[in-house]
């Protein structure tokens, strides 16, 4: 019989010569261990020193590029007229309403305090209202509430009275039935710094603990801009000190009951370690601010760095059971992993960079860092780890059989009934991938954050109690100065105002038109038969002049009016909807607005809540680009490693196939996902790969050095690479479902939906894939090939003691 020697091929004796060079290598790296211990050591602090420079970006607007469309229109109506940063207060008594003399005075005095709120530019309340009425001949114009006093009963039941009545008041800044009321606070940052935004939120904290100790039987909530920014740094410190030693409870939890190796397990623990602190001290060096997505990078990196010293140990620890010294067993263990384990690092890599074409810049971030860290993890476990392992003592014994028999007659089960097993799984997956398209896309920032984050309680409390969150702002142009008064244009923008707050997603609108009602109605003697817009252009604008010139420091109308008075602010607030429902209104408003409106039919929808209606969208584009890329590089780098197209064709099916699988069962399960699921098909990507890759570089390495058939190959496959490929995506599974603990929804689907395609991928890698190899890869009739009734398996188990 022939020999393995005899079946090389020219392309195997290069893989012998590299053999050679990886032992060399090993022998280097034993022989100067104390030195590269040392190094990479001083290396890993050097990186880590970089931390102290790490920071979180307390700003939503760090979710879209500098070139997103929806983020310049709003930056150019926030230019037009006022930025609309805010912190809003929402104060009901547990019993009765806001009516009382007590209350007003409490949120009159409130109110006052509001106004040195650091940045505080204007403040609006129920109590300094700007109410106009009729003197005489003039026109008078004053707080709702007097500023000085106590409120008296008569002037509490004068302000129920005007302000249930009152439109720019009623489901904005009261409830309508008098139980709720609000305060909110306008800012102005000036983007000097990282800690504008969390001194205004401290100091509006601060206040509002102040009233809430002197009106125990009230409710105050806390939302706003202000409080959604605060809540993404939140976000980030609660999931870095909750879920980092979670991974690491959870990740020493499962290496030791699967290594059973106290040495092996240190020498992970201590592997991940120095990639974590020097990817995160590298992030500090390059200046990147931490998000809630890029934040979850630490708990990513856990998980990902493990794999390759896994693999490492696993062949390490098998090698030491057959008789091998350690010294043998790391050289061993280096030779064969050194490739796979190269290989699966680069597709890491290039599955988190691809990230890149993502245009949300915090899943730029992710990958960026994550990446730092697959480099710096592969380059710990090929000399940190062998050198750590030649000095630390390490037990073996010869283990019952109990996994190798798994491992075993898994294979065998899959040879005797392929075509079964093929035929089985193609169902499950045509089945999965025919309820994707159920899948709806909803990014609804307030549900972002789980109960556990501040804000999302208060914000659904006040959603509850007051008005909606979400907003749809219009800058409504006349065409021409002064143009605001012209009749025309404020009769069709009152038409506008009518038909939106007929939507059914809409709980208020804010319109200029209010107040020139009032006004026409107040110049009128207060006749209510004069409840109508002005008919006369200059008399109008005379009307809102003499407004203006009464209105108060801080509560003027530039919020609402341009400079030169050609366009105002359209404002509708609206309910707890959807993402898709809010994309629905912006359509039928633009239509509306094109056969209704023609001096605005350009005009478009914006604001925070449009900008996050389209975040899935913008990136599921911009990721499809990035992960077309990575799937091309990571299938042409799979062909060139494997010299063989049949095999690289082959690899692309069990590394596209899970993370289609895991969106099917998400759809049956589920169905809404947020802009999470525009990159987990990226980064699973590059995970998934690597099991791909170590089964099938065993199964040729079966089959070109040992002259192994089919059958045979698949047998060795799983006896060699089995274990180490159940054990590192059961520790990848784990980590990735700690990461749906997150305190942030997107790091929750991000981790679960990884998990899930993880799951897929075993079944995908462990059933499909020896499968398909004997479908397609069938035997040509050799003398060199050894038949599958030989004994081709080697022993191996998962664990050493």
């Known amino acids: 019989m022939a020999t393995a020697q005899d079946t090389i091929n020219s392309g195997e004796k290069i893989n012998s010569a590299f053999d050679l060079k990886v032992i060399a290598f090993a022998e280097w790296?034993?022989?100067?261990?104390?030195?590269?211990?040392?190094?990479?050591?001083?290396?890993?602090?050097?990186?880590?020193?970089?931390a102290r420079f790490l920071g979180f970006s307390t700003d939503y607007r760090v979710f879209f590029s500098d070139d997103n469309p929806q983020l310049s229109a709003f930056e150019n109506l926030q230019k037009i007229y006022t930025k609309d940063d805010n912190i809003q207060f929402v104060i009901k008594p547990y019993a009765g309403d806001v009516f009382t003399p007590e209350l007003l005075t409490a949120v009159r005095d409130l109110t006052e305090k509001s106004w040195k709120t650091p940045f505080a530019t204007r403040v609006d309340s129920l109590t300094n209202f700007q109410h106009s009425y009729a003197d005489g001949d003039d026109l008078t114009v004053r707080d709702?509430?007097?500023r000085r006093g106590q409120v008296t009963q008569a002037a509490a039941d004068e302000a129920k009275a005007i302000s249930l009545t009152e439109p720019l008041l009623t489901n904005r800044l009261i409830s309508p039935n008098g139980k709720t009321v609000a305060i909110n606070i306008n800012l102005t940052l000036p983007g000097k710094s990282l800690d504008e935004g969390p001194n205004a939120m401290t100091y509006a904290r601060q206040i509002a603990d102040a009233f809430r100790n002197e009106n125990p039987n009230v409710r105050v909530a806390i939302t706003g801009l202000a409080a959604l920014n605060n809540a993404f740094s939140e976000a980030s410190l609660v999931d870095m000190e909750t879920l980092i030693p979670l991974m690491y409870g959870g990740l020493l939890l499962v290496m030791v009951i699967l290594l059973r190796s106290f040495s092996a397990t240190i020498g992970t623990i201590l592997v991940i370690g120095l990639s974590a602190v020097t990817a995160m001290g590298l992030t500090g060096w390059f200046g990147i601010l931490l998000t809630p997505p890029s934040a979850t990078a630490p708990t990513i990196i856990l998980t990902i760095a493990i794999a390759d010293s896994v693999h490492i140990?696993?062949?390490?620890?098998?090698?030491?059971?057959?008789?091998?010294?350690k010294r043998e067993a790391i050289i061993e263990s280096l030779r064969v992993n050194f490739s796979?384990?190269?290989?699966?690092?680069?597709?890491?890599?290039?599955?988190?960079?691809?990230?890149?074409?993502?245009?949300?810049?915090?899943?730029?971030d992710l990958g960026n860092i994550t990446a730092m860290c697959v480099v710096a993890a592969w380059a710990y476990s090929i000399l940190f780890l062998p050198a750590l392992m030649s000095l630390l003592p390490v037990r073996v014994k010869q283990r019952t059989a109990s996994h190798i028999t798994g491992m075993t007659r898994l294979a065998d089960f899959i040879i005797g009934k392929y075509k079964t097993v093929f035929g089985g799984m193609a169902a499950v997956v045509i089945i999965l991938v025919a309820l994707i398209p159920q899948i709806e896309l909803n990014d609804k920032f307030v549900e972002y954050f789980d109960h556990s984050i501040e804000f999302r309680t208060d914000t659904d409390f006040a959603q509850e109690n007051l008005t909606g969150v979400y907003q749809m702002q219009f800058s409504l142009t006349a065409g021409n100065e002064g143009g605001i008064s012209d009749p025309e244009y404020q009769t069709n923008m009152d038409a506008f105002k009518v038909w939106f707050a007929k939507q059914p997603?809409?709980?208020?609108?804010?319109?200029?038109?209010?107040?020139?009602?009032r006004l026409n109605k107040n110049m009128h003697g207060d006749d209510a038969a004069s409840y109508t817009l002005p008919e006369d252009r200059e008399l109008a604008a005379q009307y809102l002049l003499l407004f203006e010139m009464s209105l108060p420091y801080g509560l003027d109308l530039n919020n609402q009016i341009n400079v030169d008075k050609s366009a105002t602010r359209f404002i509708a607030t609206l309910r707890n909807v959807s993402t898709r429902e809010a994309r629905d209104l912006e359509d039928r408003a633009g239509t509306w607005l094109t056969d209704n409106f023609p001096t605005t039919a350009a005009a478009k929808a914006t604001g925070p809540f449009i900008m996050f209606a389209y975040i899935s969208q913008r990136n599921i584009e911009g990721m499809l680009t990035g992960?077309?890329?990575?799937?091309?590089?990571?299938s042409l780098l799979l062909t060139f490693a494997l010299r063989d197209l049949k095999l690289g064709a082959v690899s692309l099916v069990p590394n596209l196939v899970p993370a289609l699988m895991?969106?099917?069962?998400?759809?049956?399960?589920?169905?809404?996902?947020d802009v999470a699921a525009s990159i987990v098909v990226a980064t699973s990507l590059g995970i998934i790969v690597d099991a791909t890759v170590h089964f099938l570089s065993k199964y040729q390495r079966a089959k070109r050095q040992r002259g192994d058939d089919t059958k045979a190959a698949i047998r060795y496959a799983f006896s060699t690479v089995g274990t180490a490929l159940w054990v590192t995506s059961a520790i990848l599974i784990a980590g990735f479902a700690i990461l749906s603990l997150s305190a942030f929804r997107i790091n929750q689907e991000l981790g679960l939906l990884t998990a899930i395609t993880l799951v897929c991928a075993l079944f995908a890698d462990f059933l499909l894939l020896p499968a398909l190899l004997l479908i397609v890869d069938k035997d040509k009739k050799s003398p060199h090939t050894k038949e599958s009734t030989d004994d081709t398996s080697e022993p191996v188990t998962v664990a050493a003691e």
Not at 627 to 634: M, S, W
Not at 662 to 673: D, L, N, T
């Open 662 to 673: 895991a969106f099917g069962i998400w759809a049956a399960f589920i169905a809404q996902v």
């Open 313 to 325: 140990l696993i062949t390490m620890l098998h090698e030491m059971r057959h008789g091998a010294s």
């Open 29 to 50: 790296v034993l022989k100067w261990r104390w030195l590269l211990i040392i190094a990479t050591l001083l290396v890993a602090f050097s990186a880590a020193s970089g």
């Open 627 to 634: 992960t077309t890329v990575a799937f091309l590089l990571i």
């Open 505 to 517: 997603e809409v709980v208020h609108v804010q319109s200029l038109t209010d107040i020139m009602l």
């Open 340 to 364: 796979p384990v190269f290989l699966t690092s680069i597709t890491t890599m290039i599955g988190f960079l691809s990230l890149n074409f993502s245009d949300a810049p915090p899943f730029r």
């Open 144 to 146: 709702l509430i007097t």
